[in-house]
């Protein structure tokens, strides 16, 4: 497992539309929609058009049937595919509901790839209709946020994600968010100096981003269509496991003691030293400072342990350098085997 989470939004980044719309322009509700839009919130005049659709004999079924032809971009479920495969936990964050996302991923067969799925709570009902609720009771407990829908604060759930990994010790992980509308704003906003916010061009999340980028601590990279949010996603995806990689490959160990000192592929050892000598009595080659060695074949940085002040003239063997990857986890009480008198 990498230390990445992907957190994509459903309607317009993973789906090419957005599936509400979708549903109600399918099944032949969409006058009424457009009558009822101004008197209600969303996600209540939702739940109020699943009503009327049950009344009016549409089935669950039916609804099913619409969602299975819903469109997609060909390259987001081969990228959904290797962002996992790459060891990635990939969530949903999403006002959609969670009726019409889990009908449209089973379809896909992709739902697997999912650890968790953040959004508006719908379900079938005892009386066989959908019902569709809000993330946040508004009416009992509003979240606050003005950037946001009174039904769902997306930043408050990536605050969730973020404690979450704080108090699991997970808190190096990085995020990168993937949003097209202005609800992405708001957790783009919460998003860390490590993470990373990918929003869709042209589109309400990146024109909000737009006008004052600066706001947002997280690195900005912008995709177009399903070709380019692949193409995007997987080279950050590698960017960072390459970045973790060298992270790790130049960790030592917090107990030992000893000073160490970088030495460049431009910089001479200390003058100080003279030419180590090997046990014959004759004069060796001094090791070669160098920046990189290959160890498992695999290049990794050089540190060059502090050296003991030289024995007085009367002793006749010298000290000399021992190179170590910094890989290597070297304590005090091993110092006498890299450094000889």
């Known amino acids: ?49 699943m009503l009327e659709m049950h009344a009016q004999g549409k089935t669950i079924g039916e609804i099913k049937e619409v969602l299975h032809r819903i469109p997609i971009h060909p390259r987001v479920i081969p990228a959904i595919k290797a962002a996992h495969a790459l060891g990635c936990d990939l969530r949903i964050v999403s006002d959609a509901n969670l009726f ?40 009992k407990a509003p979240h606050g946020c003005a950037l ?45 100096e490590r993470d990373f916010m990918m929003p869709r061009k042209n589109f309400p999340v990146w024109d909000l981003i737009c006008k004052d980028p600066l706001l947002l601590k997280a690195e900005i990279h912008p995709w177009s269509d399903g070709q380019e949010l692949e193409q995007v996603l997987l080279q950050l995806i590698n960017k960072i496991n390459s970045l973790d990689d060298e992270s790790s490959q130049q960790f030592i160990s917090s107990d030992c003691k000893m000073q160490t000192l970088s030495v460049t592929a431009h910089e001479a050892l200390p003058k100080v030293l003279p030419k180590p000598t090997s046990q014959s009595g004759a004069v060796a080659s001094p090791p070669q400072a160098r920046a990189q060695i290959r160890n498992n074949g695999r290049k990794l940085p050089l540190r060059v342990l502090a050296v003991l002040s030289p024995r007085p003239p009367h002793v006749p063997r010298q000290p000399y350098l021992h190179l170590l990857p910094l890989s290597s986890q070297h304590c005090l009480s091993t110092l006498n085997s890299y450094v000889k008198f």
């Open 1 to 49: 497992m990498s230390g990445i989470i992907v957190v994509f939004d459903f309607d317009k980044t993973i789906v090419d539309c957005d599936s509400d719309n979708w549903v109600i322009d399918g099944l032949g509700f969409t006058d009424l929609f457009n009558q009822l839009l101004p008197t209600m919130p969303w996600n209540t005049l939702m739940d109020k058009l």
């Open 100 to 139: 019409f996302i889990e009908t449209i991923l089973e379809h896909l067969g992709i739902k697997e790839y999912f650890s968790e799925i953040n959004t508006n709570p719908g379900y079938v009902s005892e009386e066989g209709r959908l019902r569709i609720l809000p993330y946040h009771d508004f009416n």
């Open 148 to 192: 946001c829908p009174p039904n769902m604060c997306k930043g408050l759930i990536i605050e969730r994600i973020q404690d979450s990994l704080s108090n699991n010790g997970d808190e190096n992980k990085r995020i990168i968010y993937l949003g097209d509308g202005s609800g992405d704003y708001c957790p783009s906003l919460r998003l860390r």
